[in-house]
Every structure is written in structure tokens, then in C-alpha cells.
């Protein structure tokens, strides 16, 4: 079992819908999660941390469930820019970064 | 700020000979440098770890005297590919953490290494 999992997708969406992605994690001493977009050969960017239950940046909302192991994210009012690929990734307390594979959304007009 | 160069942006060699990849972090110091391998619709692969002026310490199956990795400053590090091959043919991204609280890593752009 890999230890960050992400359903691949593709998730395609009309604009101006709402999209929530899911990623699990098998390594219960993961400190912090993270979720990066990363468009078509370019570096990946960070998105947005989740320490705690919850974060939430303007349309875009982190969740994180410990007991369950997963964090989720959630894209209100998407936008035709929104389309990229969004990786998660845990972080063990040696600082190193676990991905998961990537889910791909791809928004439509 | 958390701003991160690459150089090369890519290049192309041939078979057999060796390319450096440098990694800098602009506008912080940067404590650990990690570098990372993508393959085409695959996720990034943690190589290697380092810490400035320490070894790096690889992920298993990732041959150290294959990719020597260089870490002498707070805003420097460089990946060297020896003896390229064909397979090899990757993109190469580094990132970098000042060791905050929480891990957070900063991205370059990426190198596009295509060995011929």
C-alpha cells in the first residue's frame, strides 16, 4: 500500500462548480500535510498547509482528519485556471516529503 | 518571498557524459535541500536528502555515486549526473526548507534532462 494515495481522476467539472478531492495516508506519525498544484512541466506550488482540523484560503478549503487518515480539498466556484494537477503530501518529523500520485482537474466552460 | 532557482531550466547531452544541476534558494537559507525525479504522468520521487555540509542521504535504490549531490552552503546545492544514459532522461526539481516549524518546502522550476 503506498503510503499518501490519491484517486488519479481525471475530474472534470463545468465552470463555477464546487470539487473535493480526497487523499489518504497510511503513516499514522505524519506531522503536517500539504497540497501542491503543479501545471504540465512546470515545479509544483504550494497550495495550502494543514496542521491542524482545517484551513481555509478564499475558495479553497483543507481538511484534515486524523482519526481517518485523510485530508480532503474542496474548490468552490471553480475556474477554468483551476485545472491542474493537485498533489498531497505528508511530511514526517525528518522534514521529508511523502506525494501522493496526483488527482487531475480538469475545469470546463 | 521562499523563492527557489534551478540552472539549467533543460539540457540535452549525450550518452556518457555528466551534467551539474544547481539549486538555490534567493531569499532564505535554506537548512535541508531535498531533490526529486518525475517521470512523465508520474508523481515526484524523493532521491535524496541534504543537509548543508553533511552527506546527502539517498532513498533506497538511488545510486549515490550515480547522482553526487553537493550541499555546501545555506543557499547552495548542486545535483550531478555521471555517466547520463538514456534512461536518466527526466525532470529534475529541488526544493528547499529553512526547517520551519511545520516543513515546508519551496520548489525551483524544474530541470528537463534529456540524454541522447
Known amino acids: 500500500r503506498k503510503e499518501v494515495e490519491q484517486d488519479p481522476g481525471p475530474f472534470n467539472v463545468p465552470e463555477g462548480a464546487t470539487v473535493a478531492f480526497n487523499c489518504t495516508y497510511s503513516?499514522?506519525?505524519?506531522?503536517?500535510f500539504f497540497w501542491y498544484r503543479q501545471d504540465c512541466r512546470k515545479e509544483p506550488k504550494l497550495l495550502m498547509s494543514?496542521?491542524?482540523s482545517g484551513n481555509e484560503d478564499g475558495r479553497f478549503t483543507a481538511q484534515l482528519n486524523r482519526a481517518s487518515q485523510y485530508i480532503s480539498l474542496l474548490i468552490r466556484d471553480s475556474k477554468l485556471s483551476d485545472s491542474a494537477t493537485y498533489l498531497c503530501?505528508?511530511?514526517?518529523?525528518?522534514?521529508?516529503?511523502?506525494f501522493g500520485q496526483g488527482t487531475t482537474l480538469q475545469v470546463k466552460p | 518571498g521562499a523563492v527557489v532557482s534551478q540552472h539549467p531550466s533543460w539540457v540535452i547531452c549525450k550518452s556518457g557524459t555528466s551534467v551539474k544541476i544547481e539549486c538555490r534558494s534567493l531569499?532564505?537559507?535554506?537548512?535541508?535541500m531535498f531533490w526529486y525525479r518525475q517521470f512523465p504522468k508520474q508523481s515526484l520521487m524523493l532521491m535524496a536528502t541534504?543537509?548543508?555540509?553533511?552527506?546527502?542521504?539517498?532513498e533506497q535504490g538511488v545510486e549515490k555515486d550515480k547522482f553526487l549531490i553537493n550541499h555546501a552552503s545555506l543557499t547552495l546545492s548542486t545535483l550531478t549526473v555521471t555517466s547520463a544514459h538514456p534512461e536518466d532522461s527526466s525532470f529534475y526539481i529541488c526544493?528547499?526548507?529553512?526547517?520551519?516549524?511545520?516543513?515546508?518546502?519551496?520548489f525551483g522550476p524544474g530541470t528537463r534532462l534529456t540524454v541522447t
Open positions: 531569499d532564505f537559507q535554506a537548512t535541508t
Open positions: 494543514v496542521y491542524s
Open positions: 503513516n499514522s506519525a505524519s506531522q503536517s
Open positions: 526544493s528547499a526548507s529553512d526547517g520551519g516549524t511545520y516543513y515546508e518546502q519551496y
Open positions: 541534504s543537509n548543508e555540509g553533511s552527506k546527502a542521504t539517498y
Open positions: 503530501a505528508g511530511s514526517s518529523n525528518t522534514g521529508k516529503l511523502i
